[in-house]
């Protein structure tokens, strides 16, 4: 039998696996897993949810069976001290806190930067079935890692959809258009970014940061920061609605 004044840290024990087991499965439920992790591991999240939640309740049924159940079943899953407590509040915290994507202020202090960006990014086949206007911002910056020179796509129809970041460095009737690319977990995305010059009279205040956008229009080669760069020229932005995945792969 479990000797009563032992018997909280059992339970907190159980509570804790509860906690963790719960959080992630409510990721899971409400879509905020895309905002974690990559797709590819959704389904290990998932199974160790469901693990620590199976365990939490095998545990507890064997406490309340205490008279009966091997000693063994017990013993404590968890070091003395804080580490219980510091991973019950960590439950806790992400049980109350709804995840969010990154946003412009993230990119710029990542630095967001087309040309940065397209070394990070996995270089790619060209896939002659793939026309211009179906290419994402991320299917762009692979084309330019593979071929870098911007003329080579002067005229292409371009239509991409991402969020909206004023950088500092550009004039007023330009912004850029982002996407976060993630790899394995929200610690590691970073931001890829194609340039877009504003149908005329148009300034990038109309354009609140952050928000998401479709734009259409055609490609050009423009000089920006005294480099030459592959910009979309916009004929239209439309305001979208943020993707359930803010991310790229």
Same mark, same amino acid.
């Given at each position: 039998?479990?000797?009563?004044?032992?018997?909280?840290?059992?339970?907190?024990?159980?509570?804790?696996?509860?906690?963790?087991?719960?959080?992630?499965?409510?990721?899971?439920?409400?879509?905020?897993?895309?905002?974690?992790?990559?797709?590819?591991?959704?389904?290990?999240?998932?199974?160790?949810?469901?693990?620590?939640?199976?365990?939490?309740?095998?545990?507890?049924?064997?406490?309340?069976?205490?008279?009966?159940?091997?000693?063994?079943?017990?013993?404590?899953?968890?070091?003395?001290?804080?580490?219980?407590?510091?991973?019950?509040?960590?439950? $806790?915290?992400? @049980? !109350? #806190?709804? /995840?969010? =994507?990154? *946003?412009?202020?993230?990119?710029? &202090?990542?630095?967001?930067?087309?040309?940065?960006?397209?070394?990070?990014?996995?270089?790619?086949?060209?896939?002659?079935?793939?026309?211009?206007?179906?290419?994402?911002?991320?299917?762009? $910056?692979?084309? @330019? !890692? #593979?071929? /870098?020179? =911007?003329? *080579?796509?002067?005229?292409?129809? &371009?239509?991409?959809?991402?969020?909206?970041?004023?950088?500092?460095?550009?004039?007023?009737?330009?912004?850029?258009?982002?996407?976060?690319?993630?790899?394995?977990?929200?610690?590691?995305?970073?931001?890829?970014?194609?340039?877009?010059?504003? =149908?005329?009279?148009?300034?990038?205040?109309?354009?609140?940061?952050?928000?998401?956008?479709?734009?259409?229009?055609?490609?050009?080669?423009?000089?920006?920061?005294?480099?030459?760069?592959?910009?979309?020229?916009?004929?239209?932005?439309?305001?979208?609605?943020?993707?359930?995945?803010?991310?790229?792969?």
């Amino acid at each position: 039998m479990v000797p009563q004044r032992n018997a909280w840290k059992f339970w907190l024990d159980i509570l804790i696996l509860a906690a963790w087991g719960g959080l992630f499965i409510k990721y899971w439920l409400t879509d905020k897993l895309y905002l974690l992790i990559h797709p590819n591991y959704f389904w290990l999240t998932i199974v160790a949810g469901f693990a620590l939640l199976g365990l939490a309740a095998w545990r507890a049924i064997a406490l309340l069976r205490s008279n009966v159940a091997p000693v063994g079943q017990h013993l404590s899953l968890f070091s003395p001290g804080w580490s219980r407590t510091l991973l019950l509040l960590t439950a $806790i915290v992400g @049980l !109350t #806190v709804t /995840p969010q =994507p990154f *946003a412009s202020q993230t990119a710029i &202090a990542r630095g967001v930067s087309e040309g940065a960006a397209a070394t990070r990014v996995r270089p790619q086949a060209f896939r002659a079935t793939v026309q211009p206007e179906d290419k994402s911002i991320v299917d762009w $910056i692979r084309t @330019l !890692t #593979v071929y /870098p020179e =911007p003329d *080579a796509y002067t005229g292409q129809k &371009a239509k991409v959809q991402g969020f909206v970041i004023h950088p500092p460095e550009m004039p007023d009737n330009y912004l850029l258009i982002s996407r976060f690319v993630i790899t394995c977990c929200a610690a590691d995305v970073y931001p890829v970014s194609l340039p877009v010059k504003l =149908p005329e009279n148009q300034v990038r205040s109309a354009y609140k940061p952050d928000s998401w956008q479709e734009v259409e229009g055609q490609m050009i080669t423009e000089m920006l920061a005294d480099k030459r760069k592959l910009v979309i020229q916009a004929a239209a932005l439309k305001p979208i609605e943020a993707p359930k995945n803010p991310y790229d792969y």
